[in-house]
């Protein structure tokens, strides 16, 4: 079957996903509750291990919460086949890749699964900064590759970047965009550039806080309740650099600054400094706030 005739609804799964971490698990989730068969790998065993044991609870806390029923929790756990190999992968209609923030990581997935999956199958990545068009180029199919950058929470969050490689077919899109819509998202077109639309205005926003931090402009608190109570934003972006990760965060400025080549975009110094001390937020349970 030739990418024209690739209809909207086309993928009716299983769907592949690469990659158990926070994004992961949340995107494995989301398909897995909305009715399609997901077929989970992770490098780490225990960290699949862990992803379903995170989903598990996450849908028990639904059901407490009387906001699914008890069999549809069961369900979508049982719609979950961990999987020990990429080679597992080939049957998939579409594999999403949400491995860690760094080119070379993602490069060799994608080597790796492009090998197994039919020509049909479409191959996305969750990136929130990487070219998709430097991605796209490790596969024998660029038209059928695009990015799926979900946010995190994924569960909560309604919103999908659906981002253009150079060679990204209008029929990937069309299915991609489908696919959103079916389980809940709003999918918005955006073309490949650094860091897309939402991290391009992002992340400087976050890097200039930190820098705030740095210069003691003012504390972490006092800099998060301006932009919340001045600015209307929801959360501060210090604490939104702890729930993104700290680390993740020098990864896409790094990535920004290179590829943009201007000095607005180049990571702040405490911002390296946290992430070589391991305060990388949420995670290690101390960034800019500390965490129980």
């Known amino acids: 079957m030739g990418d024209e005739s690739m209809s909207a609804d086309s993928i009716k799964g299983p769907v592949a996903v690469v990659g158990a971490g926070t994004m992961g698990r949340g995107i494995i989730q989301v398909f897995a509750q909305s009715g399609f068969d997901v077929l989970a790998y992770d490098a780490s065993v225990d960290a699949i291990e862990a992803a379903v044991g995170f989903i598990g609870r996450m849908l028990d806390r639904a059901v407490q919460k009387e906001r699914m029923t008890r069999a549809d929790a069961q369900a979508a756990v049982g719609r979950i086949t961990t999987v020990a190999t990429l080679d597992a992968l080939g049957e998939a209609a579409i594999c999403i890749e949400a491995a860690t923030e ?50 995190n929470p994924v569960p909560l969050m309604k919103l999908v970047e659906v981002v253009m490689g150079l060679a990204t077919s209008e029929a990937t899109f069309e299915a991609v965009r489908a696919l959103a819509e079916a389980v809940g998202k709003t999918p918005l077109r955006v073309n490949d550039h650094p860091g897309f639309v939402s991290n391009r205005v992002l992340m400087p926003m976050i890097n200039e806080a930190i820098l705030c931090v740095q210069e003691q402009v003012a504390a972490p608190e006092a800099i998060d309740g301006v932009m919340k109570l001045g600015m209307g934003h929801p959360m501060g972006p210090l604490r939104l650099a702890d729930l993104i990760g700290l680390d993740v965060c020098l990864d896409i400025m790094s990535v920004l600054h290179r590829d943009l080549g201007e000095d607005k975009y180049r990571p702040a110094p405490l911002l390296r400094k946290m992430v070589a001390a391991g305060r990388l937020g949420e995670k290690s349970k101390r960034g800019f706030y500390t965490y129980e």
Do not use: C, Q, Y
């Open 102 to 151: 760094r080119v070379a990581v993602k490069k060799d997935i994608f080597a790796g699964v492009d090998a197994v999956l039919g020509d049909d199958a479409i191959r996305a990545t969750n990136t929130s900064s990487i070219s998709i068009t430097e991605l796209a180029a490790v596969t024998r199919r660029p038209e059928r590759f695009i990015g799926m950058h979900f946010f």
